[in-house]
């Protein structure tokens, strides 16, 4: 039996962060991280943060440092920066801050993106772990690609109600309120 949600358990807010990596886009060209911010307050979350930064090791660890360092952001999420061209370089910036690795979201990012975008999602390097507390999920930096992130995965998987589990419970303040 798939996973479902269980309406009489009652939802859980997160503090969520999002961070687009890109040399391009700024506040009103970011279609990706708009549409993450969208679908995350939509989903009852809050939004912790939002911030750009360029393709650029130090400058995304910087920005990723901050909202890991204490309670205050649960999640982040990132987009951009996951594929092959030479500026790319999110994977190489966030895994060093891991303390874990979360395998199974770019297997699961993948057979969801294989229905939309066939087997061009070879080409991302989606990746996800836990840094300190905090969970960060790296996507690509196409607004479809977000939209698969979070609607195919992440909104059920960031959601408490989530069954048989949800990620939520590994999250420090909610540990023994969710299971």
């Known amino acids: 039996m798939a996973g479902r949600i269980d309406k009489t358990l009652p939802f859980h807010p997160l503090n969520i962060a999002v961070l687009t990596i890109s040399d391009t886009r700024d506040e009103t ?38 909202w890991i360092s204490g309670p205050e952001v649960d999640v982040v999420l990132t987009t951009g920066g996951t594929g092959f061209s030479p500026r790319d ?13 979360l395998e199974g979201f770019s297997v699961v990012f993948h057979l969801a993106s294989l229905g939309t975008v066939g087997v061009a999602t070879l080409q991302s390097r989606a990746l996800a772990g836990q840094a ?9 930096g196409s607004t479809g690609a977000c939209r698969d992130a979070w609607d ?11 069954r048989p589990c949800s ?3 590994q999250i420090p303040r909610f540990r023994g309120i969710c299971p």
């Open 29 to 66: 060209t970011d279609t990706s991280g708009g549409l993450l911010v969208e679908r995350l307050t939509g989903a009852g979350h809050r939004l912790a943060g939002k911030a750009i930064v360029h393709d650029d090791v130090d400058a995304i660890r910087d920005q990723l440092k901050v």
């Open 89 to 101: 370089v999110t994977p190489e910036a966030v895994k060093p801050l891991f303390r874990r690795e």
């Open 132 to 140: 300190e507390d905090t969970f960060v999920f790296c996507v690509p």
């Open 152 to 162: 195919l995965v992440l909104a059920e998987e960031l959601d408490s109600r989530f």
């Open 167 to 169: 990620l939520v419970g």
